[in-house]
């Protein structure tokens, strides 16, 4: 068995829940579906799976490997915007591939991590994930057309298999329910935000 998160809106907040399903071993994309699968149906409601491992289109699309922001794939992104007490940031990670990007040994032997520096701002370690969020956010309005963001709000639940909150913070499910939950307070429309309107927003809607 294993137990992983699912994220969802209610009453116009970002909550989750802890979810215990029959875990599939092995490393194929073929038995991590089929985790995937096992976990949608203990929650027994309509689920987005929101990672390369999704049976869906715009679960596919809304990994952040795929997504992209100022030319530069957000996954990329957020690693090169790393600031650590002993160096970073390694603004040479913009230029690698994804999974290398993330795998780079500096972000490991470079200290306590202390923020990061992204687009000229600084942003400090709390409310903790906003600013992952906050460039996810940016990215799926760069890289989505709103047809396709209009279909988060179909879903009640939003997951992602590789995602382990034993080990990581960050995690493109709770940005889809921020999303969802933002088009549901604002008419259909992910609103423009500056980092401190952002992080206000954060603060109050954001309980997962």
């Known amino acids: 068995m294993a137990e992983r998160l699912a994220f969802f809106v209610k009453e116009s ?4 829940r802890k979810v215990e399903f029959e875990w599939c071993p092995g490393l ?44 530069y794939t957000l996954e990329n992104i957020f ?16 230029n690698v591939y994804p999974r290398d990007a993330k795998r780079d040994e500096r972000l490991q032997n470079s200290g306590r991590l202390i923020g990061f520096d992204y687009d000229g ?14 460039i996810y956010i940016k990215a799926v309005k760069e890289t989505l057309n709103p047809e396709e963001i209009q279909q988060v709000i179909q879903y009640e639940y ?21 999303i969802k939950a933002m ?5 259909g429309e992910i609103p423009e935000m500056s980092r401190e309107e952002f992080i206000k927003y954060h603060k109050t809607f ?3």
């Open 183 to 187: 088009l549901q307070m604002c008419d």
């Open 28 to 71: 194929s994309a073929s038995q991590k579906k089929k985790s995937v699968a096992n976990m949608h149906r203990v929650l027994n409601s309509k689920t987005l799976e929101v990672s390369t491992k999704s049976n869906e289109a715009i679960g596919l699309k809304l990994s952040a490997f795929n997504l992209r922001l100022g030319g």
């Open 79 to 94: 690693q090169s915007s790393k600031c650590f007490e002993k160096g970073g940031p390694y603004r040479d990670l913009l």
């Open 13 to 16: 907040k970002v909550y989750s």
């Open 121 to 134: 701002e600084m942003w400090e370690l709390e409310p903790k994930t906003a600013f992952y969020d906050y």
């Open 158 to 178: 939003f997951t992602d298999i590789e995602f382990n909150p034993k080990k990581s913070i960050n995690t493109q499910e709770r940005t889809v329910a921020i």
């Open 206 to 208: 954001v309980k997962a």
